[in-house]
């Protein structure tokens, strides 16, 4: 009686688990930080699980095989031997793969069971708002977000603007090197400035990828001067007024599975499972966080990433109103530069001289885009003033010279910045207040 007690107990498990297997949907994994899920695995059950043992195991095992072959495999041809080479690192990179994606079934089943991953299946009927904001599955006050906090997000997923730029810049550059294209050229002074911003944001960014995404299951409700995270579908069914909420992290180059370039610059739908790096939610994000460490050591370092972050590709190379707002702004410049050089040295400019002055400003605003024209620009002024019984001290001049830019509100790329109020900013979405989620990312997947 016992034996078929045990043997009827068992077929119902196995029948569970293929019912399980059989209904669940294919995963396919986007970005996965394998460090993350074994540590939040171990944190959770206190030691080095044995399935965890066992996987790094097979691994190494794995490993350790195909390296044996590989040395004692009498190859006739070095193409032979790298053929077998790559076969055997797809198999340990295949085994690698399959053990975390087991330990990530595993965790996410553990978070979705206790009810640590927001949002969840509501746990109750709605009848009401109030019914709404009491259930902690579907909605959760933003003041309760705090640090380490789970979240599953559906999102589209794009990079953000200050990476997309760098990388349409990095291309441009790598293609002027090739003669054979027509309309670039590598002696370009342009050229090169792109080059050395490209390699400063690289640096800064150190393999990492910042990513800023609009959040599709999950919107901010603002009642009572009270805000919310609601899940979408809750608050269409109830004809809630929201507003739109997006996910700002950065991601490590090293843990994508597929190729950056596939995935990052088409709005793919995704699903993002991370933790909270910052309680609330923010209305400002800066994704090079070494600029803040260096701010005083790097003259004009948050400068360059604040370009980048305004600056469009066709600020570059599109319109006549960019070409006009650019000139414009040198010239405002310029036209600073002159005042505060005559006024620190307190001299009467004659009206002939004033003429050649203002006639040698319009002159020089066409030379606002590159760094070096800008420079000689000044220059060509300096020299005006100087004929005019204007005192230049060259100690001070630089200094002068950043006081007129900056007056101008110009950019480390000579284009002026934008207004916040300006419809065609990028991100300003029609005005409203950024409103961001920023996370660690654990995984990202569909």
Known sequence: MRRNYFVRS??????SRSREAKHSLFTEFIYLDEISVVS??????????????????????????????IALKDSPSISAKS???SKSSQTVQATRKANIQSQFRRLKGQVAETGLVYPAKQSRKLRKVDDLLKDGAVSRPVSSLSRGDLLELDVRLEADESYATNSVMREIASLSEDIQIPGLDSSDPMIS???SYTKLVDHFMAGLVPIRCKVINVRLLDREGEKYLVESG???????????????AVLDKECFWKDIRRVLFSSVKVTVLGRVVVGGVRDSWTPVKLLDLFADTVPGGDQVVSAFSQLRFGDMTGGRSEEDRGANAFVVALEKYVELW????????????????DLTTLALAGEWRIADS?????????ACLSDAGVTIVPEQDVEVRQAAIDFAKISVFGVPERDDNDADTPNNHAGEAAQLLEVDVIAIYW
Do not use: H, M
């Open 10 to 15: 068992w077929r119902w498990l196995t029948r």
């Open 40 to 69: 939040l695995l171990v944190s959770r059950e206190g030691e080095l699980t044995e399935q965890i043992q066992e996987g790094r195991a097979y691994e190494e095992s794995a490993g350790s095989e195909l390296g044996g072959g």
């Open 83 to 85: 053929s077998f080479q």
């Open 193 to 195: 400035e792109l080059k």
């Open 234 to 248: 809750c608050a269409d069914r109830f004809e809630l007024e929201t507003s739109e909420v997006e996910l700002v």
């Open 342 to 357: 005559s006024a620190a040295s307190d001299v009467s400019i004659s009206e002939e001289d004033r003429a050649l002055i």
């Open 374 to 382: 800008r420079r000689e620009a000044f220059g060509a002024l300096a």
